[in-house]
């Protein structure tokens, strides 16, 4: 089974699945007000057992909210290397 963001974002409105979100999210905001970008395996460094696809969830949604904006990496980068940083709406008060 391959990563799904419509069956993954489900799990995301649970209430464990805010819990990582909103870890997920802190994490994105502290590195990126630090260096100014976000890989994805950093981005879920403060969560314990988590889920890959989980975290991989998280960031789709916060890209689809406006939080975060995909840096188009190498081609065929696995997930764990994508790089994020502030998208139009981090700013305007979505991100926290």
């Known amino acids: 089974m391959s990563y ?6 489900r799990r995301l409105f649970t209430e464990d699945g805010q819990a990582t ?14 260096s ?3 890989q994805s395996m950093n981005a879920g460094r403060d969560l314990k057992g988590y889920d890959a696809w989980e975290l991989l969830a998280c960031l ?8 975060l904006r995909y840096v188009q990496g190498p081609e065929n980068a696995a997930g764990q ?3 994020y940083i502030a998208g ?4 305007n008060g979505v991100g926290g």
């Open 88 to 91: 139009p709406e981090w700013r």
């Open 4 to 9: 799904s963001y419509q069956v993954e974002r």
């Open 21 to 34: 979100f909103i870890t997920v999210r802190d994490t994105c905001r502290r590195l990126i007000e630090k």
């Open 36 to 38: 100014g970008a976000c």
């Open 81 to 83: 290397d994508w790089t």
């Open 60 to 67: 789709d949604l916060m890209v689809e909210r406006g939080e």
